[in-house]
């Protein structure tokens, strides 16, 4: 299978800007676009997919809890069945664009602190398979963890992320900030290489710890996303054809 590159963007909101979306587009392949409970709006959501579509680029929906204020990166408290209606409200949403422009949509990824509880919870990863019903679309996630065994075991067919830009803790845990710093592109691209051909990525304190890498993804509010992206695409390029 063809190694992709995927991007979290359309998060910009208003008249509030966040992320070069237009500079990271041709460097990837799948574009996770918010939904509007984290970031974006209708306007932002139709617009990216609009510029998605100009490129050829896939897109998913990145819905999120209903976090505005606090972009998503802080988790709350909420049930299987009102969880998994948040994620079909903001998913037909956007699908609603999607059939708009005559495009389909890819793929779901749940965004921010909702990805990492439903890499520990089991009620809120089958949550997500709950909305993911409804639209039988593949779910990307993380490996060695309950995204791995609970999205294949509900009949969703799982794909396997690394992060270019965030860094991994030694048990093999992503450390997610809420804002994200500028990083090396030629180090992430380095990383990338690696975890596709080894299978191995490195945590903060040097050691080596097992990934799976099936997908990139890279933020598009890391200040440097753009040169973070172009480093990759054209490090990976001959695991994407």
Same mark, same amino acid.
């Given at each position: ?13 208003? @008249? ?81 664009? @999607? ?20 890499? #520990? ?72 290489? #690696? ?47």
């Amino acid at each position: 299978m063809a190694v992709t590159i995927n991007c979290d963007m359309g998060e910009s909101f208003g @008249l509030y800007r966040i992320g070069d979306d237009a500079g990271i587009m041709p460097f990837i392949h799948i574009a996770n676009v918010a939904c509007g409970f984290h970031a974006s709006d209708f306007n932002h959501m139709r617009e990216t997919v609009r510029l998605a579509k100009s490129h050829g680029v896939k897109v998913g929906a990145h819905p999120s809890l209903p976090d505005l204020q606090g972009f998503g990166r802080r988790e709350m408290k909420i049930g299987r069945e009102e969880m998994a209606n948040c994620l079909i409200y903001q998913i037909g949403a956007l699908l609603g664009f @999607l059939k708009a422009e005559g495009m389909e949509l890819n793929h779901i990824k749940p965004h921010g602190s909702l990805y990492g509880m439903a890499a #520990r919870q089991e009620e809120i990863a089958h949550a997500v398979c709950d909305a993911a019903d409804v639209f039988q679309v593949p779910i990307l996630g993380m490996t060695g963890t309950l995204h791995e065994t609970i999205y294949p075991a509900r009949g969703h067919r799982f794909v396997a992320e690394f992060y270019a830009d965030l860094d991994y803790r030694p048990d093999g845990s992503l450390i997610v900030t809420r804002e994200h710093e500028a990083k090396d592109p030629a180090l992430m691209a380095a990383r990338c290489v #690696r975890a596709i051909t080894e299978g191995k990525g490195t945590a903060t304190d040097g050691s080596d710890i097992p990934v799976r890498c099936e997908t990139i993804c890279i933020h598009s509010d890391t200040p440097n996303a753009p040169d973070i992206a172009r480093a990759v695409s054209a490090a990976v390029a001959p695991f994407t054809a």
